[in-house]
């Protein structure tokens, strides 16, 4: 009897529609249109020529970036394979953060240097403003029509750049994100929060990569940090042996082009790789604590309870 309920549930699962591709929109929306078609039905969409008026969008080279930062120390996530945050056996890996100027990233990326590992200027506090404030003179401080939709202004700017091994793994936030490709592109492979119940969880011990002097890499673990869950599979190379469900997961895939700005709604999941020395700039928003949230934590519950995952 039970068990028939289940499967009832999982049925009804697999079945909830989902969109099948992300949409485009011509010219940024209105905040009310931002709202009511985007937000509160949590859909992402791809907005085109919302950044034109950017001087970065033609001023990003790496000329540039070396004239006006390049001496500027930055946090650097390094790794050895280009993943951070990322499950590695049975620990979850946090990458080590070395200090570099912008300089030194830029002649890696284009060959002239060498560094161990596989760097990605990549710190979710606000790096852009925190770390590169000679650079926020090219930008808008934050998405106008975004921030009067939500009542709020973004919580976090941050800047990526990095190499074209740097890979993203399979997560969600609770924030509404304005991703906004500056050169290069951006690869997002995203799933609904309705596929919760196809993606698996665990925990994981917590340790970071520390690089040795002679330029290997070790893990060290966070003794004082409890376990984090967090999602071992890699969903450009499932094991569905292992994680079955996932097969019922139907990913939807984007490519974000220099120019574009991709709207991710809270909780969706996303694994995200780029081009070699792409540059992105994104805004988090908070997300509403409001139904969808509640929902999605019924959804979480429910899968957890019913062993799913
Ligand atoms: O650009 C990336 O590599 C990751 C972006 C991301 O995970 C985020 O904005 O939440």
Redesign the pocket.
Known sequence: MAEAALDAVRRELREFPVAARVPYLDEPPTPLHFYRDWVCPNRPCIIRNALQHWPALQKWSFPYLRATVGSTEVSVAVTPDGYADAVRGDRFVMPAERHLPLSRVLDVLEGRAQHPGVL?V?K?CSNLPIELPQLLPDLEPHVPWASEALGKMPDAV?F?L?EAA???SL?K?H?E?L?CVISGE?HFLLHPPSDRPFIPYELYIPATYQLTEEGSFKMVDEEAMEKVPWIPLDPLAPDLARYPSYSQAQALRCTVQAGEMLY?PALWF?H?Q?SHGCI?V?F?YDMEYDLKYSYFQLLDTLTKASGLY
């Open positions: 990605y990549q979710q941050n990526w990095g740097a890979v993203t997560h936030d924030y994100n991703y951006k991710l996303h995200v780029q992105a994104n988090w």
